[in-house]
């Protein structure tokens, strides 16, 4: 019988970002669904804040390249991936310079909010 395959998405994931209550339950919980025996993916953004050395990420070349259209623009997207640590789960990061490169994630270097 095939494994189930589940997907998580979340917008920030202990330890590639800052601990805080959202990231301990965004890696908690795909862990648990992991350790009952389902497949499980997470997808993230790739903020400017997260070390791509320290993680061993990597562009997955099949998936990026991917074109989003937002307001009538062509954004491209790169896919990266890893390995959350001391897991067989996958983290796929979404990176896009214009979206993601901040150094903070909600807020950047002028105090301007993300999503306004």
Not at 41 to 67: A, Q, T
Not at 72 to 88: E, F, G, Q, S, W
Request: aromatic share 12%; charged share 30%.
């Amino acid at each position: 019988m095939e494994k189930t395959r589940v997907l998580f998405v979340s917008q920030e994931i202990f330890p590639f970002v800052k601990e805080n209550e959202l990231s301990k339950i965004s890696r908690i919980l795909p862990e648990k669904v992991s350790n009952d025996g389902k497949d499980v993916r997470v997808f993230m953004p790739r903020y400017g804040c997260i070390n791509e050395r320290r993680y061993n990420l990597h562009e997955v070349i099949r998936l990026s390249g991917i074109n989003v259209i937002i307001d009538n623009n062509d954004h491209l997207l790169i896919i990266k991936v890893a390995r959350m640590p001391n897991t067989n789960i996958q983290v796929y990061f979404i990176d896009n310079q214009e979206f993601f490169q901040r150094k903070f994630i909600f807020r950047d270097d002028k105090k301007e909010f993300f999503s306004r």
